[in-house]
């Protein structure tokens, strides 16, 4: 089936504004994980979702950021009153399970850009 | 803090040298080791990956990766590379249920 799917792929914004990055995850994929991916550095890991387990958020920077799963699919990543070191890609990769013993699947990301 | 290190940050190499990526990593118990390839324009994709087993792992493109526990490193190694290896490699480690990342390597390969 397809893969993980990402929207919008690029989103320019400004200083303040609020934004909302959805993920798609891979049908059947039980976990769900958030990556940020700023210039020059790796990727850094900001949320995951595994079925109905409350999400570990340990590596959200901000209470400017959140994210939730509906129906243990689709997850949607907010950014509020949006700053300009937000600006990264944003990745999105489900896996079967947990990432211990499964292999992850990563979208195409999403470019945001805070003016 | 537990962390991912990748010592390179630009490789550059010709068509048919050979390449090993340095990977190093601070966890000490057991941990799941990967390393992802970025393609220009395309997404992370896997190129292998150590569970348990064999220290000697094989992965997709000629490429193997040696897990060495003492030294705490993965090193990623391939023994001729080629113009369609440039791309970001990055080397993960996954002790908890999330994969931490290196900063990632760009290799650069030259025809």
């Known amino acids: 089936g397809a893969g993980v799917s990402q929207s919008p792929s690029n989103k320019v914004t400004e200083k303040g504004k609020d934004v909302e990055l959805r993920c798609d995850p891979i049908s059947g994929h039980t976990a769900l994980y958030w990556y940020r991916q700023s210039l020059g550095q790796g990727l850094e890991f900001l949320i995951y979702?595994?079925?109905?387990?409350?999400?570990?958020k340990s590596g959200l920077p901000s209470d400017r950021f959140s994210a939730e799963r509906t129906g243990g699919s689709v997850s949607t990543l907010t950014i509020q009153r949006t700053q300009q070191e937000d600006s990264a890609v944003y990745l999105c990769?489900?896996?079967?399970?947990?990432?211990?013993?499964?292999?992850?699947?990563f979208g195409p990301g999403t470019r945001l850009t805070v003016l | 803090a537990q962390s991912v290190s990748q010592h390179n940050h630009h490789v550059i190499l010709s068509e048919a040298a050979s390449l090993e990526l340095g990977c190093n990593y601070s966890y000490g118990g057991t941990v799941n080791l990967f390393w992802y390839v970025q393609y220009p324009g395309q997404h992370l994709q896997l190129l292998l990956k150590?569970?348990?087993?064999?220290?000697l792992v094989k992965g997709i493109k000629g490429f193997e990766a040696e897990f060495i526990k003492s030294k705490f490193s993965f090193n990623l190694r391939k023994p001729s590379v080629q113009w369609s290896d440039t791309a970001e490699y990055f080397c993960?480690?996954?002790?908890?249920?999330?994969?931490?990342f290196g900063s990632g390597t760009q290799l650069t390969v030259l025809p």
């Open positions: 993960a480690a996954s002790p908890a249920r999330q994969l931490t």
């Open positions: 150590y569970f348990s087993g064999d220290p």
């Open positions: 979702f595994q079925g109905n387990s409350a999400p570990d």
């Open positions: 990769a489900s896996s079967q399970g947990l990432v211990m013993n499964n292999e992850q699947f």
